[in-house]
């Protein structure tokens, strides 16, 4: 795979700056980083693993069976190593990362804290003959925690979107949904749509925001 479009490759499923417009294969994708030796790819494995893991829960043996080299191999158990040391360190785990992670490869004690030590205090982290730094593999993991928790919100503000239009279907019509929207919105409404809205929309909206029947509708629904 060739550095454009491993770059690309890595785009789609770490850092979403691109929508995929083809598959990509995840497995293949992830060893031919490690297979790369460029540090700037290295740095951005904790966010790029946890992205790819959410969308496609990869196999760690096929990233694996994809290394012929032996220091392959090494650079890919210390990048996992290093992804453990991130994901503990910010206290996250992504649908059961870190305990598949942990599974596959189970880093013992002493190489755990060298890394909690190392991402501490700010130093360099060694990686199959590669120095990568810290400063960088935090921020391009706290690009991605920012990136996701921005995607979560946006999703659970079209929920609610979604929510409140349902609910405006059942009170008001397609018509009247509109004119309420408008009167919100503040939009320039016709003399017959002005006379619409108060004679009927506007008192549609006053039952609804009256609240004793706002807690008669809670004491209903628990009934």
Do not use: C
């Not at 904790?46 to 990233?63: E, F, M, N, R």
């Not at 003959?129 to 996701?148: A, N, Q």
């Not at 009247?176 to 002005?194: A, V």
């Not at 807690?215 to 209903?220: G, S, V």
């Amino acid at each position: 795979m060739d550095k454009d479009k491993l770059v690309e490759n890595v785009n789609k499923l770490g850092m979403p700056m691109m929508i995929p417009d083809k598959p990509v294969n995840a497995e293949e994708t992830l060893a031919a980083v490690v297979t790369s030796q460029d540090a700037r790819l290295w740095e951005m494995y904790p966010a790029l693993l946890a992205s790819t893991w959410q969308k496609y829960q990869v196999k760690w043996s096929d990233i694996a069976g994809r290394l012929s080299k032996s220091e392959d191999i090494a650079a890919l158990k210390g990048l996992l190593a290093m992804s453990q040391a991130i994901y503990h360190a910010y206290h996250v785990d992504f649908d059961g990362l870190s305990k598949s992670l942990k599974t596959y490869y189970d880093i013992n004690k002493e190489i755990q804290t060298d890394l909690r030590n190392v991402l501490a205090h700010n130093h360099e982290i060694p990686v199959a003959g590669l120095s990568l730094s810290t400063e960088r593999v935090r921020g391009s993991f706290e690009d991605y925690l920012s990136y996701k928790n921005l995607e979560q919100e946006k999703q659970h503000a079209k929920l609610k979107e979604m929510s409140v239009e349902y609910a405006l279907s059942q009170i008001f019509s397609p018509k009247q949904k509109e004119l309420f929207k408008k009167r919100l919105n503040r939009e320039k409404m016709t003399k017959t749509e002005r006379e619409y809205f108060y004679r009927v929309v506007k008192k549609k909206a006053q039952a609804l925001a009256n609240p004793e029947l706002h807690r008669l509708a809670l004491k209903l629904m628990d009934i």
